[in-house]
């Protein structure tokens, strides 16, 4: 494999099992002949990969200043109320992962997140309710 | 998959913008029905010499934000030895309250691929990288059958373009992180030179322009670049999307002429009331008190990448200024000192004058900080990330001076009271 591709493969292996392991990083840098520090460099640098493993679905509500102007703390709350944990952490059963993120480019429909690879915008305490009750 | 989104735009001037509500994103032949690729065509029938002169007599300069002259730019590229060239769309718009290339992306991504198979054409490139930041995630099966259609027209017989995507990462979005990120490293920033036109993704010439940048190639080459380079201002050609967020009405993408008043954006098009401050350019972009509106929009005053966050007179300057050295520091990929370690303290600073626990000297902190880090940094986010910070200090220094006179005075009655 080109070491180009090393990223992309990190980013596969976080998909199909939901985070990358101290052993997938191992693999991966024995395929591609780079030392284990290096994966772990690129893995560690990116934060949608995470060496934990995650929720069936993440939640990642928008912290920056437009949604901010627009009560996303309050939003925030509101997802902490809902499933009862903190920004990240993983629900015990597995369903949730909740983590705040830097700007998602949808400050035309503050306050937005993303719920795996959907955005949501114009949330309220409502809208969130509904749409974390409808995941399995 | 976007929920919610309505069609707010209010274009003043469309060109990027113009029948975007008639082109199916999914369906080639609805863009080809609106003269799509007869840019293309035209300039495929020129040599690369004359189509790159074309854009550098337009007069456009990168959308992304920092300016460059675009031709100017692929004339490097073109001269530049060897047979393996690079063209790469940055498509990681991760600057806060932008939102410009996702409506392209969304709305009219043949505009984008008809401009890579123009750019690519004029310096040299067989192969094209879209890097597709990983929160838009939503769009990457969208353009992808884009670019199978563009295709299967023939529209990319000697072009070979491949998505990569990101994987959240702020700094990618600048070009020298984002061309080690394609290489599958870290996305820290490079020391330059060489520059990309040179020595760019695996050290070939290789050509960097923005998503808005390349779909207004398209125009240029259709209606030729003294069309072009009669709208806007002496430096600064063409119309600009711009995306007003915050504070507004009717926040969303506009499409102006450059050059147009950031009153007629925010209070005519955007609907703004008791506007205290605007943001214009992103998180670090400069900041224009409620006295100045008239100030106009063009690469020789306020522009950076579009973004347009409008704060009313109930918001504070200060906490604003702290949550985006938090976003800044958060996002600084830790490769050089001044960068690093200045965005560190300078949250502690601001974070201690939000929470009222300020001290004489930290107006005096943050100043000497400023000017080490505008001097000394790697790369634009830690030369540009002081301009918040110095902005808001020369439009409303009162307002720091006030938080520290009160945190002094706060502490004074704690010892009182014991």
């Known amino acids: 494999m080109e070491r180009n591709e090393l990223l992309g493969v990190i980013k596969e292996e976080q998909e199909k099992n939901g985070y990358v392991s101290e052993g997938a ?6 395929g591609f002949g780079v030392t284990v520090g290096e994966v772990y460099g690129v893995t560690t640098f990116y934060s949608f990969l995470s060496t934990k493993p995650l929720g069936r679905h993440v939640i990642r509500i928008c912290k920056s200043v437009p949604c901010f102007l627009q009560n996303g703390e309050g939003l925030a709350a509101s997802i902490e109320k809902e499933i009862g944990i903190g920004p990240g952490e993983t629900t015990a059963d597995g369903r949730f992962t909740f983590e705040q993120t830097n700007c998602i480019g949808a400050c035309d429909q503050a ?22 009750q409808s995941c399995d | 998959m976007i929920r919610d989104l309505e069609d707010k735009t209010v274009p003043e001037k469309r060109i990027l913008l113009n029948k975007a509500d008639e082109i199916d994103p999914g369906d080639i032949q609805s863009y080809e029905a609106q003269g799509g690729f007869s840019a293309l065509k035209k300039a495929l029938d020129m040599s690369a010499e004359a189509v790159t002169e074309e854009v550098k007599a337009s007069g456009l300069r990168g959308r992304g934000g920092a300016g460059f002259p675009c031709g100017v730019k692929w004339e490097l590229a073109m001269k530049s030895p060897g047979d393996t060239k690079y063209l790469i769309c940055n498509a990681d718009e991760g600057e806060v309250g932008t939102f410009k290339d996702r409506y392209i992306l969304q709305h009219n991504p043949f505009s984008l691929l008809e401009g890579m198979a123009i750019t690519a054409y004029a310096i040299g490139a067989g192969k094209a ?10 769009l990457l099966e969208g353009l992808q059958k884009a ?9 990319l017989k000697d072009l070979k373009i491949e998505i990569r995507e990101g994987a959240g990462a702020y700094i990618c979005g600048e070009e020298s992180a984002l061309m080690n990120s394609i290489e599958g490293k870290r996305g820290e920033s490079r020391f330059r030179p060489p520059f990309p036109p040179q020595s760019g993704l695996f050290e070939k010439p290789t050509i960097i322009n923005n998503v808005e940048t390349l779909a207004n190639v398209p125009p240029i080459m259709e209606k030729g670049s003294a069309w072009y380079a009669a709208m806007g201002t002496e430096q600064s050609k063409g119309t600009k999307l711009f995306c007003v967020s915050g504070d507004v009405e009717k926040p969303g993408v506009y499409e102006m002429e450059l050059g147009s008043s950031l009153r007629e954006l925010v209070e005519n098009l955007a609907g703004a009331k008791d506007i205290g401050w605007v943001q214009v350019g992103g998180s670090t972009g400069a900041i224009i008190p409620s006295g100045r509106l008239e100030t106009t929009l063009s690469y020789e005053t306020v522009l950076g990448s579009g973004a ?4 009313n007179q109930s918001r504070d300057v200060i906490d604003f200024v702290y949550r985006t050295m938090e976003f800044l520091n958060e996002e600084s990929c830790g490769k050089c000192t001044p960068c690093r370690e200045g965005t560190e303290v300078m949250v502690e600073v601001l974070g201690r004058l939000v929470s009222g626990e300020g001290v004489s000297g930290d107006i005096e902190v943050l100043q000497e900080l400023s000017e080490t880090m505008k001097v000394s940094s790697l790369c634009g986010l830690g030369q540009t990330a002081p301009i918040p910070v110095l902005d808001s200090l020369k439009y409303f220094r009162e307002n720091y001076e006030n938080r520290i006179s009160q945190s002094v005075l706060l502490r004074s009655l704690k010892a009182i009271n014991g």
């Open chain 1, 111 to 132: 306050p937005a997140m993303l719920l795996d690879d959907v955005v949501y915008g114009n949330l309220t305490p409502g809208k969130i309710k509904e749409i974390l």
């Open chain 2, 308 to 311: 347009v966050m409008v704060f």
């Open chain 2, 147 to 155: 670019i199978s259609q563009c295709e299967e027209k023939g529209f």
């Open chain 2, 129 to 138: 990288y879209i890097y597709l930041r990983a929160e838009y995630r939503y």
């Open chain 1, 25 to 30: 990083m191992a693999d991966v840098a024995e």
